[in-house]
C-alpha cells in the first residue's frame, strides 16, 4: 500500500494559478511499483474524472478541457505536482492523487479542494 498526501488546494480567481503537490509515502518496494501517478477530480454531482497522468518513463496524457492550461510533472519517486494556469470555474473540484501499483489506479489521496471563482 502507498499512502498519498495532497497539498496545494485553495480558493483562487479564475485566470490564476496554484500548484497542487502530492507526497507518496511507504516501504522503498511498494514506491518503486508505483508505474504512473495521476490527478483526478470530482465536481458536485459529477463523476470523477482524470485530469491528468504521468507515467515512470515521463509520458504524460491530459483531459481535453485542462491541455494547454495544465502541466504533471514529477520532482522524484515519490513526488507529483499539477500546475494549473488560467483556471476557470468549470475546475472547480475536490482534486485526487493516484497511483498505479498493479493495474490502474489503486491508491488515492484524500483529496483537495480548489475553487475558482469568476
Known amino acids: 500500500q502507498v499512502q498519498l498526501v495532497e497539498s496545494g488546494g485553495g480558493l483562487v480567481q479564475a485566470g490564476g494559478s496554484l500548484r497542487l503537490s502530492c507526497a507518496a509515502s511507504?516501504?522503498?518496494?511498494?514506491?518503486?511499483?508505483?508505474?504512473?501517478m495521476g490527478w483526478y477530480r470530482q465536481a458536485p454531482g459529477k463523476q470523477r474524472e482524470l485530469v491528468a497522468g504521468?507515467?515512470?518513463?515521463?509520458?504524460t496524457n491530459y483531459a481535453e478541457s485542462v491541455k494547454g492550461r495544465f502541466t504533471i510533472f514529477r520532482d522524484s519517486a515519490r513526488t507529483v505536482n499539477l500546475q494549473m494556469n488560467n483556471l476557470k470555474s468549470e475546475d472547480t473540484a475536490v482534486y485526487y492523487c493516484a497511483a498505479d501499483t498493479a493495474r490502474g489506479y489503486d491508491n488515492w489521496g484524500q483529496g483537495t479542494q480548489v475553487t475558482v471563482s469568476s
Open positions: 511507504g516501504s522503498s518496494v511498494m514506491i518503486l511499483r508505483i508505474n504512473a
Open positions: 504521468i507515467t515512470r518513463g515521463g509520458t
